[in-house]
């Protein structure tokens, strides 16, 4: 009997609901069509609607919801009615933190009928991002006093921990050794931040003894932004902080061509709760309900997802299958393209009906 995977679907807001219902409709026909897994995707309605009824972005029970997964697939959150620290918190950040999905992936690739902008031998870029997803700047520690008032002060403290920048340093490197080029740049800013960083570069050093077989170096952030876009052949894989990674994942997914075909994996690495695939990008307001939302960085985000829960190979079909739409001129607007989401569906759904 083929190994079925119970998904926690949920879509959001914005353009979240478009993309998300659009991976379902390619996922399920994948795996029908291949026939050696199941798949149930099941609704959970968190978002802004949830919210404005319920006062709250999750169930009071999200956590233990969510741990009857094997998985969850996350479309975005923000409204324009919502201030976006509390819709970010409300949702997202407080799923990542509580369930540890301290990793977060990021693969950073020029796709066929994308653009990359810059000059490379090979035309495009392959990259690795490896961000800390539980700690840093974004741990919300920190607070505001003499609110309104000229003297208003507040502070946003970054927390680093041995532990957590260590097992994100070790995945890190194990993510490098497992790629062809063997290769990792740790990102810090170890100048200035003479603290937090400093502990990063040290740990660094230590973990790299334990990988011979990968070579790393480390550079500072200012100067990657730089080397990004002039130096892009040397970057393979790179891992850095929360908002250093945050920052430089949406540079490098402009590099390699667009946000819209970026996926993000928040893993747990020890497998003791449920990782969440989600699109980098956010709620796209501009285009909401305009049917043209890109699509196929959820897809990629679901191919990820197929690949983390064991089914390799309908992750691989997968995502030939997407490369094939993209390359045949099947794209939405922000590619150029004219095509809807829907069509982008329907013929990835052709390609996905070749594979039998
Ligand atoms: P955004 O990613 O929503 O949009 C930036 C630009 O990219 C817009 O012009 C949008 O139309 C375009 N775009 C994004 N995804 C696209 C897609 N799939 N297909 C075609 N075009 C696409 O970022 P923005 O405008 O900064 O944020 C809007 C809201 O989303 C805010 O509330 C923000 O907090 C939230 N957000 C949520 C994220 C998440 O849920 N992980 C991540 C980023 C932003
Ligand atoms: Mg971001």
Redesign the pocket.
């Known amino acids: 009997m083929s190994t079925s995977y119970q998904i926690a679907s949920i879509p959001?807001d914005?353009?979240?609901p478009e993309?998300v219902s659009a991976t379902i409709q390619v996922v399920e026909k994948l795996a029908k069509t291949l026939g050696t897994f199941q798949i149930n995707f099941t609704h959970i309605p968190w978002g802004t609607n949830y919210y404005k009824e319920h006062g709250r972005y999750l169930s009071e029970d999200a956590l233990t919801t969510l741990r009857k997964y094997d998985a969850g697939l996350?479309g975005?959150?923000?409204?324009p009615d919502v201030p976006?620290h509390i819709?970010?918190w409300g949702l997202?950040l407080a799923i990542r933190g509580p369930l540890q999905l301290y990793a977060n992936v990021r693969p950073v690739r020029t796709f066929p009928g994308t653009k990359c902008p810059l000059n490379t031998a090979t035309g495009g870029i392959d990259w690795m991002l490896v961000r800390e997803n539980s700690e840093g700047e974004y741990s919300g520690q920190g607070g505001r006093s003499h609110v309104g008032q000229p003297w208003e002060a507040a502070t946003e403290v970054a927390i680093f921990t041995r532990v957590g920048i260590e097992r994100i340093i070790r995945f890190a490197f194990e993510t490098a050794q497992s790629r062809p080029r063997k290769h990792l740049t740790v990102v810090t800013k170890s100048n200035s931040m003479r603290n937090g960083m400093v502990l990063w570069d040290e740990i660094a050093a230590s973990v790299a003894k334990d990988f011979p077989d990968v070579t790393w170096d480390k550079m500072l952030v200012d100067a990657m932004t730089v080397r990004m876009v002039w130096k892009p052949e040397s970057i393979d894989t790179i891992v850095g902080t929360n908002l250093h990674m945050d920052i430089l994942s949406d540079l490098a997914a402009a590099l390699a061509g667009s946000?819209?075909i970026a996926p993000s994996s928040n893993l747990d690495p020890t497998r003791k709760n449920p990782s969440l695939f989600?699109?980098?990008?956010?709620?796209?307001?501009?285009?909401i309900g305009k049917g043209?939302?890109?699509?196929v960085?959820t897809f990629w985000s679901a191919a990820e997802m197929l690949t983390w829960l064991g089914e390799k190979d309908a992750s691989a079909k997968l995502m030939q299958c997407i490369e094939n739409v993209c390359a045949a001129g099947i794209l939405?607007p922000?590619l150029g393209g004219s095509s809807s989401t829907q069509g982008v569906v329907d013929a990835v759904c052709s390609e996905i009906e070749k594979l039998k």
Do not use: K, Q, R, Y
């Not at 975005?76 to 409204?79: E, I, N, S």
């Not at 699109?279 to 307001?285: D, L, M, Q, T």
């Not at 043209?292 to 699509?295: K, S, T």
């Open positions: 959001g914005g353009i979240g993309v996350f975005a959150v923000g409204d976006d819709s970010l997202l946000i819209g989600e699109p980098v990008h956010g709620s796209a307001f501009d285009i043209i939302a890109n699509p960085g939405t922000d």
